[in-house]
């Protein structure tokens, strides 16, 4: 059987789960992932774990945070006086947000906090920070 080697372009099912076991994603149940391996659609640690699988293969493999989304940034987290929040915005702590940026580009927030004074903004990807696990099988593999 052929491995799966950077540039292939795979389909694969998985479940990603937190050290809880806390699942956070899964494809099982809906279409699989397509991604090209080595091309960054992936977290790092996914794409590393794809090499050298095979059609039909299935294992686990635990993605430490600087594989995955990195380690929090606490420069990232901000606190907004209250007065500059819309007033029509029924924001509550766990709401998604998006931003505009300073260069058009969009920022995407969760409300971490709100006080009587601010608003605390978190823009750290929900997963920073944290190891992840995830089951993977490959269904489908094509070389280019």
Known sequence: MTQVR?????????????????????????????????????IAGFDEALLGMTVGEKKTVLIPVDKAYGARNEEMVMEVPIEQVPPDLDAEVGTRLELGGMNGEL??????????????????????????????????????
């Open 6 to 42: 950077k540039g292939d372009s795979v389909k694969v099912h998985y479940t990603g789960t937190l050290a809880d076991g806390t699942v956070f994603d899964s494809s099982v149940g809906r279409e699989p992932l397509a991604v090209t391996v080595g091309s960054g659609q992936v």
């Open 107 to 144: 920022i995407r927030v969760v409300v971490s906090a709100i006080s009587k004074t601010h608003i605390t903004l978190d823009a750290n990807p929900p997963l920073a920070g944290k190891d992840l696990t995830f089951t993977i099988e490959v269904l489908d593999c094509t070389t280019p």
